[in-house]
């Protein structure tokens, strides 16, 4: 069995198994699918699902998993019109 990519067996430690995130990630994108969102709200919901997902799935204590959350966030909430 050839030896697996230091990069994946790197971002397993703080991510997760990807399997794991994946399912958890597209269950939460699954609840976005009838909403009705512009295209910027929909990218950040879908990535700030992402994180989440690699939160449950790996270390909930790796800074830049709450840090990416907030930047997505941050742009949903620039492209809001008031």
Avoid: N
């Amino acid at each position: 069995m050839k030896p697996r990519d230091p990069l994946l067996r790197e971002r397993q430690q703080t991510h997760g198994d990807f399997g794991v995130t994946a399912g958890i990630s597209q269950a939460l994108k699954r609840e976005l699918a009838g909403a009705e969102l512009s295209d910027v709200h929909r990218e950040c919901l879908e990535m700030i699902a992402v994180k989440i997902a690699r939160i449950l799935a790996g270390h909930a204590k790796h800074r830049d998993h709450w840090d990416d959350i907030a930047g997505y966030a941050k742009l949903g909430s620039e492209a809001c019109s008031d």
